[in-house]
C-alpha cells in the first residue's frame, strides 16, 4: 500500500473527516489518472464504432429507421456527454482530492494507493454501460423480431440503471455545501448528475418508442396465420385455375362437335 505524504486531515462543514493537504501526486496516482481517461476514451469509441457500422449496414432508406433514427442518436449524444463528463469528474477528482473536499475513508489506500476506491470503482461501471449502450446499438438491424423488441427494452433499463451512478457523484454536496468548492469542481459534479439524467431520459424515450413497436406487431397476425391465408389464396388460385381449364376444354370439345357434326 503506498501513503500519500503531508497529508493533513481536516472536518467538513458538516463534521466530516476529509482531506485538506496532500503532497505530490504519486506514481501510482499518476497511472490511476491516466487509466481513468484512456477508459473513457475506449469506452466511447467501441460505443461510435458500433453505432457507425450498424448504421452504415442498415438501409437509410427505409421508413423504420428514417422514423426511429432520432432516437438511436439521441441515445449516442446523451451517452457521449455523460461519459465525457463523468470521465473527467473521476479523472479530475483521482489528481485532485483535496479540491473535492475527499472523505477519509474514500481517500485512504488499502491495496495500492490512495483514492484506489474511486478508481476502482469507476472500472465496472464505465464497462457495464459502454457495454449495455453497444449492444443496444447491435439489436436495430433486428427491430422487427419480438423477441429482439423485448431485449432492447432490458438493454434500455440497463442504461437507466447505469445512469442512476451518477446520483452517487451528488454525495459531494453531503460533505461540503456547493459554494465551497471551485466552479470547475461544480461543473463536473453537478453536470455529471444533469448528464446522467438526460441519459436516463434518452434511454425512457427509446423504450417508450421500442414499447409501441412491439405492441404494433402484437397486432399483425402471426406467422401460422399468415401461413394459412397464403395456403387458402394458393388454392383458391388453382381452384380458379382448374375451372377456368376445365370451361376452355368444354368449349373445345362443342366447338370440335359442331365441326364434325357439319361435315
Known amino acids: 500500500m503506498e501513503e500519500g505524504q503531508g497529508v493533513v486531515v481536516g472536518v467538513s462543514s458538516f463534521g466530516r473527516p476529509i482531506v485538506v493537504a496532500e503532497g505530490d501526486l504519486s506514481a501510482t496516482r499518476y497511472y490511476f489518472v491516466v487509466l481513468t481517461v484512456l477508459l473513457s476514451l475506449c469506452a466511447l469509441l467501441h460505443v461510435v464504432r458500433r453505432f457507425l457500422q450498424l448504421s452504415t449496414k442498415m438501409q437509410l432508406s427505409q421508413a423504420s429507421w428514417q422514423e426511429k433514427k432520432l432516437y438511436w442518436w439521441g441515445l449516442l449524444v446523451a451517452f457521449t456527454v455523460y461519459l465525457i463528463i463523468h470521465g473527467a469528474h473521476y479523472a479530475d477528482n483521482i489528481a485532485r482530492p483535496v479540491a473535492y473536499f475527499e472523505p477519509m475513508w474514500l481517500y485512504r489506500g488499502y491495496l495500492l494507493s490512495t483514492m484506489e476506491i474511486t478508481f476502482f470503482f469507476n ?23 419480438a423477441a429482439t423488441l423485448q431485449r432492447q427494452k432490458r438493454l434500455c433499463w440497463g442504461i437507466v440503471a447505469y445512469s442512476a451512478t451518477a446520483l452517487l457523484t451528488l454525495m459531494h454536496y453531503s460533505i461540503e455545501p456547493p459554494t465551497s468548492y471551485s466552479w470547475e469542481v461544480n461543473v463536473t459534479i453537478a453536470g455529471e448528475g444533469v448528464a446522467g439524467g438526460i ?64 361435315e
Do not use: C
Not at 457495464?128 to 423480431?145: C, D, K
Not at 373445345?252 to 364434325?260: A, E, G, K, N, T
Open 199 to 262: 441519459l436516463a431520459l434518452a434511454a425512457l424515450m427509446l423504450k417508450r418508442m421500442v414499447t409501441r413497436h412491439y405492441q404494433s406487431l402484437e397486432s399483425l397476425p402471426h406467422e401460422s396465420e399468415l401461413w394459412d391465408l397464403s395456403s387458402e389464396g394458393e388454392l383458391r388460385e388453382d381452384k380458379d385455375a382448374g375451372t377456368q381449364l376445365s370451361s376452355t376444354t368444354h368449349i373445345r370439345r362443342r366447338s370440335r362437335d359442331s365441326s364434325v357434326s357439319n
Open 123 to 145: 472500472w465496472p461501471a464505465t464497462i457495464g454501460g459502454a457495454l449495455a449502450v453497444g449492444a443496444l446499438f447491435s439489436t436495430v438491424p433486428s427491430e422487427f423480431f
